[in-house]
């Protein structure tokens, strides 16, 4: 199967600083990727490359083969910006129907997308008196004219409630049954936990990880820590025995990996009459994410 | 290519109704028109012409001023407001060719002031033919001011859409568009008086003023439309009207040229706007 979006060792610097750094990246038709990163890393940069609106220092990309920005490759991409705003005295049925002009697709589809995104009730009201959740899903509604072959969705739930947020991905995941490509970003890995098939993180320009998350999980290899409380005046006797973190007077934190745990578990057992509580927090999605993106150790305290 | 050009047409066209632009500028139009027309009525008697040719020249000379300000106003922010909007980026990511969107703009906005134009200047053309008595001549200097109008209006919303283009930002494009009229529709005139009675008789005032005049398109425009009538009471850089070295309809000539440099400049620099 080839690939709808190849991007291979692109380069992209922006006023003398390097927004990308040899990034490759590629989605596969029916594939949803997330694309994962902080406000800055280059995540609105990349989109921009794929449509043709930025030109790359270096390095290729190739839409269905084709040049970023062709006609060929403007007819397979669908667009949802970070930030979308239409012309507030249009209705979202004329918005719709001026895309679906431009993409030279029967207007007849346009009722149909109104009907998937929930937006058949408020079809014919002016944009300017619609909620930004429903904005947002007008721009979806917007991005699934003519059945892409791929779709670039730009941050597309950030500011939205967690029902909508999962209304959105249910018409992501659609639009992926359909055969789409899917390429969105998103700030954090809960968001997009078992709504996409591969992630990827970018930070600072560079493609840090990519992979499941099960993947990205084991190539990160974070220690799980057990959370100790202390009986009161038996801290300091498990801080000498076990080291570990002193939280306060009563409270330590242990890291270990993760073979080692039940180990460790079975040697604290022996001082069970010194402990009040035992908790054990595996390394969570933050942590993955956290991880991948840092840069340096001062800035993870942040 | 015909259905996208008509897409970003019937959008753009919307727009101006739904803005209220057409409403606004066919009631400026009117109002004026019709004082300059009672104004004419009242003066008519002592003179040789009727009241429509009579109107027909001074309308001719305030619509310099009127139509090319109208329509920089409905046309300057049409792309830099969309850049800084974001709701172009979401048009270019379309099949859609920057070209089309350009022209589609230009094409909509023209209608819509030559919508005013004819509304406008129309109803008050037939209170006049109604009201007084008429020849044919008022009525073919009315049917030329009218659709020398339009033309007018195109090549300002050109100029309007070609600034916004150029500009990319709706506060430099608005500062663009008033320094473009100042420029072209009063400025202009007054260097070139100054000119003209700096060099006095010769060849700058036999061979070269007159191609100076018709560069400008709103001295084109008001040439066309003086040369047009024999009878028509003018003065100062109008006066040359009776002493071209060509024929009027070369102003006409020279609106067209107009129109083709603005809308290859405008859609040339729109191919290179990064959204």
Redo the contacts between chains.
């Keep these: 199967m080839t690939a709808i979006l190849a991007i291979n060792a692109l380069c992209l610097s922006f006023g003398g600083q390097q927004v990308l750094d040899d990034v490759s990246l590629s989605v596969q038709p029916g594939e949803r990727l997330a694309l994962l990163g902080h406000n800055g890393a280059g995540k609105s940069t990349l989109f921009k490359t794929v449509l043709g609106f930025l030109r790359p220092s270096s390095g290729t990309v190739a839409v269905a083969g084709r040049a970023p920005g062709s006609n060929a490759a403007r007819e397979a991409v669908n667009y949802l910006p970070e930030v979308v705003s239409f012309q507030r005295n249009l209705s979202g049925r004329e918005v719709l129907s001026y895309f679906s002009g431009l993409r030279g697709t029967p207007k007849a589809e346009v009722s149909d997308l109104l009907a998937r995104v929930g937006l058949l009730d408020a079809a014919d009201r002016a944009v300017g008196t619609y909620s930004k959740g429903m904005r947002q899903r007008l721009g979806l509604a917007q991005a699934l004219i003519g059945a892409p072959r791929l779709l670039l969705l730009d941050e597309p739930t950030s500011g939205l409630d967690p029902v909508s947020r999962h209304e959105f991905y249910e018409v992501i995941a659609d639009a992926a049954v359909r055969g789409s490509a899917v390429l969105l970003s998103s700030h954090g890995l809960e968001e997009v936990q078992d709504k996409t098939d591969r992630i990827a993180i970018l930070a600072r320009g560079r493609l840090t990880a990519e992979g499941t998350l099960a993947e990205l999980a084991q190539e990160a290899g974070l220690p799980t820590t057990i959370r100790i409380s202390a009986k009161p005046g038996a801290a300091d006797d498990l801080h000498g025995e076990f080291g570990g973190r002193r939280v306060n007077g009563c409270r330590l934190d242990l890291d270990c990996a993760q073979g080692a745990k039940v180990d460790l578990l079975a040697r604290l057992g022996r001082h069970h009459d010194k402990l009040r509580d035992v908790e054990i927090a595996p390394p969570g999605l933050t942590d993955i994410y956290r991880h991948f993106s840092r840069m340096s150790p001062a800035e993870d305290q942040i | 290519m015909s ?2 050009i ?3 047409f ?2 753009e066209l ?2 101006a109704r ?2 209220l632009w057409v409403i606004l500028a066919t009631a400026v139009l009117g109002l004026f028109a019709l004082a300059l027309a009672l104004f004419g009525a009242g003066q008519g008697s002592g003179l040789k012409v009727d009241v429509l040719t009579l109107t027909a020249v001074s309308l001719a000379t305030l619509s310099v001023y009127l139509i090319p300000l109208i329509a920089l106003l409905m046309s300057y922010d049409s792309i830099s407001g969309e850049v800084e ?3 172009l ?9 920057r070209w089309e969107v350009f022209v589609g703009k230009l094409l909509a906005q023209t209608v819509a002031v030559c919508v005013a134009i004819l509304i406008a200047f129309g109803t008050v053309g037939c209170i006049i033919g109604f009201l007084a008595e008429t020849s044919r001549d008022g009525v073919s200097a009315w049917l030329r001011l009218m659709l020398s109008a339009g033309g007018l209006g195109a090549i300002f919303v050109g100029i309007g859409l070609m600034l916004s283009a150029l500009t990319g930002r709706t506060a430099r494009a608005a500062a663009a568009a008033v320094g473009v009229w100042l420029l072209l529709v009063v400025l202009y005139d007054v260097a070139l008086l100054g000119a003209i009675m700096a060099a006095g008789e010769g060849i700058f005032a036999t061979h070269v003023f007159p191609w100076l005049v018709i560069a400008n398109p709103a001295d084109a425009f008001r040439l066309y439309n003086l040369a047009m009538i024999d009878a028509a009471p003018v003065a100062g850089i109008d006066g040359l009207s009776q002493t071209l070295p060509f024929p009027p309809v070369a102003a006409l000539a020279a609106l067209g040229l107009w129109l083709v440099v603005t809308i290859a400049i405008g859609s040339a620099r729109t191919k290179r706007i ?2």
């Design positions: 259905t996208r008509g897409t970003v019937g959008q919307r727009q739904r803005n909007r974001g709701s980026a979401l048009t270019f990511a379309t099949p859609v060719r990064v959204p």
